[in-house]
């Protein structure tokens, strides 16, 4: 069984991700979205908010398990007995930290593998933090995250959509 997992914040979930999540599905038997607990960083959704629009957003893709980890993530890969990590990669400047942590995990596991998905290019610009630059001076929106989420991002900046300009 190639169980593999896909750890990020997540704050909240991108149509680059979401192109990340369905690439790799299609790659292993079971991919396990592992939203990342992190008390350090400030993020906008509690871990709650983001594993609940992550399960909404990929309930139709059969394989894939959302779920929660803190600490290290080799920790968590040898609990879930996965040994795939995938990571988007968008530009040269991921690449320099990406490789980092890649390099890290395989010393802290060795027979941990990173797959590294070139993002597409529509997406190549996209992260969560412009969602939310753009999000809180009430810019459309529509075309970085699905749907379904939409409202929540402008919930917590106070937006009313009928006031946001849509194309
Ligand atoms: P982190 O806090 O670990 O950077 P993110 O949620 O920002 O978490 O990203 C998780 C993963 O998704 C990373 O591998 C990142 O490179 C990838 N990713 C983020 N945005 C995109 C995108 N637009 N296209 C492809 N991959 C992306």
Redesign the pocket.
Known sequence: MKRAV??????PI????L??IERSAKMVDELVIAV?CNSA?NSLFSLEERVNMIKEITKDIPNVKVETFDGLLVDYMRQIDANII?????AVT?FEY?LQIAQMNHVLKDDAETIF?I??LK??????TVVKEIASYGGDISKFVPEEIIDRIYEKYNVNRENTYEQ
């Open positions: 896909y750890p990020g914040s997540f704050d991108t149509f680059g991700h192109d990340i990342l960083k995938i990571r988007g990669l968008r991921d990406e998905l993002t597409n997406y190549s610009y996209l992260s969560s």
